[in-house]
T-cell receptor, first 114, second 113 residues
Framework: GENVEQHPSTLSVQEGDSAVIKCTYSDSASNYFPWYKQELGKGPQLIIDIRSNVGEKKDQRIAVTLNKTAKHFSLHITETQPEDSAVYFCAASNEMDSSYKLIFGSGTRLLVRP | DTAVSQTPKYLVTQMGNDKSIKCEQNLGHDTMYWYKQDSKKFLKIMFSYNNKELIINETVPNRFSPKSPDKAHLNLHINSLELGDSAVYFC????????????FGPGTRLTVT
């Protein structure tokens, strides 16, 4: 089955700097890669996603890149703000699978220092 | 309006007890999920239902039994609670079983003493 590894486990950056979180996946059939943000005491919330027919996607300060050959995908946050502090999860799935499910990485705790 | 709601938010109980967690979604979605998040924040799928039909049942002990009375509700009943069941349980929903965004509830923190 699919296995997703996520690095780093914790990341501390100065406000205004960029943050990069990296994930690798094992199943070449995976074709959908979402990123979720979990704030303290809340459930995860989708912030951006990418499908395997696209190499990069951007939404304001957030971008995701996908390298299908290397089975890597990354989240890039530019001009970080204190409100970006949260736990971020990458995930992978195969949307062609009749039992669609998300396999999550282990999470990255991002701290943005004011 | 809350999209995915869970009750209770906190649940403290003793080993051996039986407890239930309820989940409701008002998004009109066909598919609902239960996830377990352990103390290290690791999120793992437990069950998934599509239109009241069980479609995913991961390697979860038989003490856990999901029930979906209709496609807007997915409850989780846990028998003979053990210390290792302590975790945060999240309910989620998606438009259908073909993929896309999953909407998570606020979570239920279960503490077994």
């Amino acid at each position: 089955g699919e296995n997703v590894e996520q690095h780093p486990s914790t990341l501390s950056v100065q406000e205004g700097d960029s943050a990069v979180i990296k994930c690798t996946y094992s199943d070449s059939a995976s074709n959908y890669f979402p990123w979720y943000k979990q704030e303290l005491g809340k459930g995860p919330q989708l912030i951006i996603d990418i499908r395997s027919n696209v190499g990069e996607k951007k939404d304001q300060r957030i971008a995701v890149t996908l390298n299908k050959t290397a089975k890597h995908f990354s989240l890039h946050i530019t001009e970080t703000q204190p409100e970006d502090s949260a736990v971020y999860f990458c995930a992978a799935s195969n949307e062609m699978d009749s039992s669609y499910k998300l396999i999550f990485g282990s999470g990255t705790r991002l701290l943005v220092r004011p | 309006d809350t999209a995915v709601s869970q009750t209770p938010k906190y649940l403290v109980t003793q080993m051996g007890n039986d407890k239930s967690i309820k989940c409701e979604q008002n998004l009109g979605h066909d598919t609902m999920y239960w996830y377990k998040q352990d103390s290290k924040k690791f999120l793992k799928i437990m069950f998934s239902y599509n239109n009241k039909e069980l479609i995913i049942n991961e390697t979860v002990p038989n003490r856990f039994s999901p029930k979906s009375p209709d496609k807007a509700h997915l409850n989780l009943h846990i028998n003979s609670l053990e210390l290792g069941d302590s975790a945060v349980y999240f309910c989620a929903s998606s438009q259908d079983r073909t993929g896309g965004e999953q909407y998570f509830g606020p979570g239920t923190r279960l503490t077994v003493t």
